[in-house]
């Protein structure tokens, strides 16, 4: 049965993320995702993250759902009308670089009167990491040290 077969009455959620270099390892970004269940009716929700390629999950606020090689999922099952609901985690930079995080999120009206879904993003270079930045995207070639950093968007100086 398609949840989202009611397309007057949508939920609403905000859907916000950040993310912020750690003081003491400029290694480490420390990422916030911030939702509210803007609808009348409780929802439930599901976020996924999409990890960037060269970083790992080293902690989070809340217990992950599920983490495979690109994305963490989290579940709520019961967000009440304008709750706000916060993820903080944080991630290790393997290499410097430009790097775009991803967030999308599925709600579902419990009451069946509706879904909706929200997409966010955080851009952040990571700059000191001691390792050089590095592409898959030519074949193995790889562009001169000129201190630019490439990310899906392009290039950056």
């Excluded at 967030?103 to 009451?111: E, G, Q, W």
């Excluded at 990571?126 to 592409?135: I, L, M, S, Y």
Aim: glycine letters at 8%.
């Amino acid at each position: 049965l398609d949840s989202a077969w009611l397309g007057c009455c949508a939920p609403d959620v905000s859907l916000e993320k950040k993310a912020q270099l750690d003081s003491s390892d400029p290694a480490v970004v420390h990422y916030t995702i911030m939702f509210r269940n803007d609808a009348n009716s409780s929802v439930a929700a599901k976020i996924t993250d999409e990890i960037p390629g060269d970083m790992r999950l080293l902690q989070s606020s809340l217990e992950p759902y599920s983490i495979d090689s690109n994305y963490i999922h989290w579940n709520f099952v019961n967000l009440r009308p304008g709750e706000l609901a916060t993820i903080e985690y944080s991630m290790r930079a393997a290499r410097n670089g430009a790097y775009t995080n991803r967030v999308h999120v599925d709600t579902s009206a419990l009451d069946g009167s509706g879904s909706g879904s929200a997409d966010a993003s955080a851009y952040i270079d990571v700059r000191e990491t001691g390792v050089g930045p590095k592409t898959v995207r030519y074949n193995g070639w790889q562009p001169p040290d000129w201190d630019l950093n490439t990310s899906e968007e392009g290039l950056s100086i």
